[in-house]
């Protein structure tokens, strides 16, 4: 049977690959941050991020380069990639933003919508669905929002001050962005040329009511790979789920 939404869902994406890392250190001393692996898979994280697009209809990837970008780059030129993968260097800092803009001028397909992720994210979930959910609100940017467990214990009390229960590292009550978007075609001219659209573009957009922000599913994984500790903890959680 034939799937109505499958034309208007992206079939590229940019991947932000440029950051230092700086909290990963050592592991980050000679390699950028997306070519750090996580314990027990014998893959960089940017290699499971191409092979999830892939799985999710994407042919064509930017990856914007930026600390070491040779070793990514040499990476990307040795192994059998599942999809066609461009990669670019900014020249001098351009910021979130404008490096995003960069990267997006690099894509095969400027007049059709395009998904991105920031490069230490190791998430699954439909790319799919959430290109149906952004085309089905008009969108022209939709975030993925991700609920990560706090790091600590959490106590329950009643009304009187009385404990009630102690809970193991439970879910935030707020969304947070996920690091992963679908953008309309429109939205690269509404980025900075320099600076953070986190700070400029998306809060226009979001008064703009032009904004939109995908739950991720529950049950589907998510982590940001931000320090050491993150890398133990995914490869437990990647462990416990058998993959």
Request: aromatic letters at 8%; proline letters at 9%.
């Amino acid at each position: 049977m034939t799937d109505p939404n499958a034309a208007s869902r992206p079939v590229q994406a940019v991947v932000l690959a440029g950051g230092q890392g700086s909290r990963l250190r050592p592991y980050t001393d000679d390699r950028p941050k997306p070519m750090v692996e996580i314990p027990g898979t014998g893959t960089p994280i940017i290699g499971h991020q191409l092979t999830w697009l892939a799985e999710e209809g994407v042919t064509d990837v930017v990856v914007s380069c930026g600390h070491l970008a040779d070793v990514l780059q040499k990476w990307l030129d040795s192994v059998d990639l599942p999809v066609r993968v461009t990669t670019v260097v900014e020249t001098e800092p351009l910021g979130r933003g404008g490096g995003l803009k960069y990267a997006a001028s690099h894509l095969p397909h400027p007049d059709q919508p395009w998904y991105a992720t920031n490069g230490d994210i190791w998430t699954r979930f439909s790319l799919r669905d959430m290109a149906d959910f952004h085309a089905e609100r008009d969108a022209l940017a939709t975030l993925a929002l991700a609920r990560p467990r706090i790091p600590w214990g959490a106590v329950k009390t009643d009304g009187f001050g009385r404990v009630t229960d102690f809970i193991e590292a439970p879910p935030t009550t707020y969304e947070i962005n996920a690091g992963v978007y679908v953008f309309s075609p429109e939205f690269t001219d509404l980025l900075p040329a320099r600076g953070d659209h986190e700070r400029t573009t998306f809060p226009r957009l979001a008064r703009e009511r032009r904004l939109a922000g995908f739950p991720i599913p529950q049950g589907a994984y998510w982590r940001a790979i931000d320090t050491a500790k993150d890398l133990t903890e995914a490869a437990k959680e990647l462990a416990a789920l058998g993959r």
